[in-house]
């Protein structure tokens, strides 16, 4: 069984900086971030393998979030830049069990998901 906390949200005006940390407990998989607003999907965001060395970003994000994993912690974390209000959303983190050199960024592929954490960004 595999347990994911997420932490990190909270209130940041346009054009600051979160980070978002990830605690995993269980073996260590490929991990994704995913967000969801308020009326919209569950979408991806960001993505890393078992080692951390392949790393995947949504074109709305990439340049600005960085998926980084420290596995002696079991933590992978999202170092979010340059924040707009369109970032605002519930971020989600996930595993997926299946995959090891290909990081998906489909939802369907992460099995396990910790209970979100709430981004506001106000303008």
């Known amino acids: 069984q595999v347990q994911l906390v997420e932490s990190g949200g909270g209130l940041v005006q346009a054009g600051g900086s979160l980070r978002l940390s990830c605690a995993a407990s269980g073996r260590t998989f490929n991990m994704g971030w995913f967000r969801q607003a308020p009326g919209n999907e569950r979408v991806f965001v960001a993505g890393?393998?078992?080692?951390?060395?392949?790393?995947v970003y949504a074109d709305s994000v990439k340049g600005r979030f960085t998926i980084s994993r420290d596995n002696g912690r079991n933590t992978v974390y999202l170092q979010m830049n340059s924040l707009t209000p369109e970032d605002t959303a519930v971020y989600y983190c996930a595993a997926d069990p299946t995959n090891i050199f290909y990081v998906s960024r489909t939802k369907a592929d992460y099995d396990y998901w910790g209970q979100g954490t709430q981004v506001t960004v106000s303008s």
């Open positions: 890393t393998n078992r080692s951390g060395r392949s790393t």
